[in-house]
């Protein structure tokens, strides 16, 4: 979905390093997430946030640090990137459940990591 | 927590045939199931949903049924097109998670022309 994007797309590191991944939105939704993509593994949740104020850890946080710097904006770091975190990593948005069950979730278009 | 198990994680298929992909979900307290399509080197886009208030919504070629009792739902594509290979997901979300979606593992459809 062009309305959330993601920078870089593509990324080599090395072990140790400390890396950024940034992601914006132009849907005006409040709601942002950060997943982990694996092959066979579908997408894992690392963080959350429901508004500016908000930061959740998902089932797989550890690791990895969130930012939410503006409604629009959400980046995930990595401090001391490691091989295990080579994946594809995706960025969604949606907007404010109001009690009639999940909405739905709009993804960037993935930034895939390689960690050497 | 929700747990999601898809099935299967690769489905082949002729062009023009039917697709059948299926899901089943832990928490009965789930009521929303999205299921998404991820083109290569794409995100995943949502293609269809249903609320646990309907037993089968239908749009053009895609279907989703539930099956509330069983706690399972599937996705069906009928006279399948070479465009339609991609990852597929189903996910399963519920009212006091606010819009937290736990997946499946993803099926790779294959349609062959």
Known sequence: DADVTQTPRNRITKTGKRIMLECSQTKGHDRMYWYRQDPGLGLRLIYYSFD??????GEISDGYSVSRQAQAKFSLSLESAIPNQTALYFCATSDLALGTGGKTQYFGPGTRLLVL | GENVEQHPSTLSVQEGDSAVIKCT???????????YKQELGKGP????????????????????TLNKTAKHFSLHITETQPEDSAVYFCAASKNNAGNMLTFGGGTRLMVKP
């Open chain 2, 25 to 35: 979900y832990s928490d009965s307290a789930s009521n929303y199931f999205p299921w």
């Open chain 1, 52 to 57: 500016v104020k908000d930061i959740n850890k």
């Open chain 2, 45 to 64: 886009q949502l293609i269809i949903d249903i609320r646990s208030n309907v037993g089968e919504k239908k749009d053009q070629r895609i279907a989703v």
